[in-house]
C-alpha cells in the first residue's frame, strides 16, 4: 500500500534531506581531519535522526494505512499489522 497522506510524504522528504546534509557534514569533518569525537557526536545525531524519522514514519503508516485505508478484509488488516509488527522490531 502507498502512502496516502502527502503531508507525510513531504514531511518525509524535508527529513531526509536534513539527514543527507548531516552525512555530508561528516564526509566533510573526515576530510577537514576533525577530532574523532566531533565526528562520533555527528554519527549519533544522523543515527537518532533516521531513528526518528523511521518512527514518525511508521506512526503516520499505522494511522494512515491501517486505520484510514481502504476497506480491506480481516485477513488483509491481519497481514498489516503483522508487517508493522515485524518492522517494529526491527528498530533498535
Known sequence: MKVPNTAVKKELQTRL????GQVRGVQKMLD?????????QQLTAVRAAVHNAR???MRAYARDC?????ALSE??????????????????
Do not use: H, S, Y
Not at 66 to 70: D, E, R
Open 17 to 20: 534531506n536534513r539527514i543527507e
Open 32 to 40: 577537514e581531519d576533525r577530532e574523532c569525537q566531533e565526528i562520533v
Open 55 to 57: 518512527l514518525q514514519f
Open 66 to 70: 491501517l486505520l484510514q485505508g481502504p
Open 75 to 92: 485477513a488483509e488488516r491481519t497481514e498489516m499489522i503483522d508487517d508493522l509488527m515485524n518492522m517494529i522490531a526491527k528498530v533498535e
